[in-house]
């Protein structure tokens, strides 16, 4: 156990995994804490496939994020009965879901994320302490003292001491313990002149969460959950903007809000080996079952596996009508239990009275998978948590730096300290101050480093969807391979700040000091700048 690290990393998403990896191949201890017993938020606790970008298999990731996404397809490689073909492709998509060219397990991916850490926790440089929540900060002043954690598993609380503190938590809450000042919800149109704001801001208008959990299904059988309690209410429950009830296969389509019929097909015929996942050319969100399918038996050899698994994070199982953060704990609570009972209300109404092809009513056959979301109950150990407290920055990413119909389609801010790439439509869902979908094209972005730059405070650093975005750009900066880049750039802030003796405003202010800092970064691989791409 480090009682003192160097830099304490607190939230074990993918932003905090990539930091924790950075500081420790820089030759720093680092004491790693998470909520969860498992590491990598939105791609394992929280289940969700990761969204990306369509040449994410040439170019626009980091080299620790490609490594990541290679030891997933070896996994499967080496485990799994792949036919030979499956196999041998480079670009093998497990799941063959139209989300992502890398559909995939939780399971699969935490066991990726763990060999990633493997050695630096061998070598002492790394303590990971899963099930510890943040519950207290001293600052003294511009400066981060110490953050107290709860065991949640074993009692008691543990405080630590470290020169460095990296918030990556999913909500930005050490902003909060620590008085750092942040952003929360939406910003007015006012702030920033952003098109999409809303004339009022609003801290509780917020993007809605999800309970993810997956689902396989096996014809003649009956796996029908028990009625939840809340059924009633979400069986008859229809969102003012919505073309019918919630619960139902018409939903708005997000990029134009016209209503468009979604389609249930549990395992599909088609050969997953033809299935293309690239959402510039088509979303791929109008099947739900293949959408996000993370395992697709004819993948494999003949009798493997009885059924597909997709995961579900559709329209129907979207939260919003508490917000998660900034209400208070109860509200927190309340709206935790009610996004878990409209999950369970989804499967319910998929089990009994979702239409079928064949003009019947209800798939008995699908079946949750608890044994692949790791939870007793089948639902994902997390809600997937789309937008965070964010950082007041010394730079902040708006809509006018991003949005395709304001920079046109190869334009976007270039900014003198980028310290990454990312690209993903500004996409939100709808949120609890009562708007529809706003997803709106955006151009291939850079990442500066003055949205990971506190304008005050001086030892604290956010490391995932905490940076300083606005309600708007959170939309497109909050996507699995940017969190994990933010993440990796925040550790190496830190670990590059402890060698030379400056702080990370200094780096990121002095044109020398950050071309010394962007060195290292382009050393370990981490993409600056785009070539020449369209946004869609």
């Known amino acids: 156990m480090i009682s003192q690290p160097d830099i304490l990393v607190v939230g074990a998403g993918l932003g905090g995994v990539a930091a924790a990896l950075a500081a420790c191949r820089a030759g720093r201890r ?23 970008h369509p040449w994410v298999e040439q170019f626009g990731v980091t080299a620790s994020y490609r490594a990541l996404r290679e030891a997933i397809r070896r996994y499967y490689r080496d485990w799994y009965p792949l036919r030979a073909e499956a196999a041998a492709l480079p670009g093998l998509n497990p799941g063959a879901g139209r989300v992502s060219k890398l559909c995939a397990e939780p399971r699969v991916a935490l066991a990726a994320l763990e060999g990633l850490l493997a050695p630096h926790r061998s070598s002492g440089r790394l303590t990971l302490l899963t099930e510890h929540r943040p519950v207290a900060a001293e600052a003294d002043g511009d400066t981060v003292r110490s953050v107290t954690l709860e065991d949640l598993r074993g009692g008691g609380r543990r405080t630590f001491t470290a020169p460095y503190v990296l918030d990556a938590t999913e909500t930005g809450e050490l902003l ?32 809605g969460i999800t309970f993810c959990f997956a689902l396989s299904h096996h014809e003649g059988e009956d796996h029908t959950i028990e009625r939840p309690a809340d059924y009633d209410f979400w069986r008859g429950y229809t969102p003012e903007f919505w073309p019918g009830p919630l619960l139902g296969f018409l939903a708005p389509d997000p990029r134009s809000l016209e209503a468009v019929p979604r389609t249930f097909v549990p395992n599909p015929d088609v050969d997953p080996l033809a299935v293309s996942a690239d959402q510039s050319a088509d979303a791929g969100d109008k099947e739900l079952f293949g959408f996000r399918r993370i395992l697709a038996r004819k993948l494999h050899q003949d009798g493997s596996f009885d059924s597909d698994i997709t995961l579900v994070n559709w329209p129907l199982n979207d939260y919003w009508l508490k917000p998660l953060i900034g209400a208070g ?6 709206a935790v239990r009610e996004a878990r009972q409209l999950s369970l209300s989804v499967l319910y109404w998929l089990q009994t009275e979702a239409p079928r092809p064949d003009g019947g009513t209800g798939f008995p056959g699908l079946r949750l998978r608890p044994d692949v979301m790791g939870t007793e109950d089948g639902l994902a150990k997390a809600p997937y948590v789309r937008e965070s407290r964010r950082i007041k920055a010394v730079t902040t990413v708006t809509e006018q730096d991003v949005a395709i119909d304001l920079v046109g389609p190869t334009g976007g801010t270039r900014y003198r300290d980028s310290v990454g790439v990312g690209s993903y439509r500004i996409d939100l869902h709808p949120s609890t101050g009562g708007d529809n979908y706003i997803d709106i094209g955006s151009v291939p972005f850079e990442i500066p480093l003055g949205a990971l730059v506190p304008r005050r405070m001086r030892n604290l650093l956010p490391a ?56 290292l970064l382009d050393r370990a691989g981490v993409e600056r700048h785009w070539p020449q791409v369209r946004g869609y």
Do not use: M
Not at 189 to 206: I, K, S, T, V, Y
Not at 492 to 519: I, T, W, Y
């Open 30 to 52: 680092v004491v790693l804490t998470e909520e969860t017993d498992w590491i990598g938020g939105q791609l394992t606790s929280q289940g969700v496939p990761p969204d990306e």
């Open 176 to 207: 909060e313990l620590a008085g750092v000042e942040y952003a929360l919800g939406a910003e007015s149109r006012a702030e920033f002149g952003e098109p999409h704001a809303p004339e009022q801001a609003d801290p509780l208008n917020q993007q």
């Open 464 to 519: 995932g969807k905490n940076i300083g975005t606005t309600h708007i750009t959170n939309g497109c900066y909050r996507l699995h391979p940017v969190e994990w880049n933010i993440g990796e750039v925040a550790g190496a802030l830190a670990s590059h700040c402890l060698d030379e003796g400056v702080e990370p405003r200094e780096v990121q202010a002095d044109d020398k000091r950050f071309e010394a800092f962007a060195a």
């Open 329 to 334: 704990e109860k509200t927190a609570a309340e």
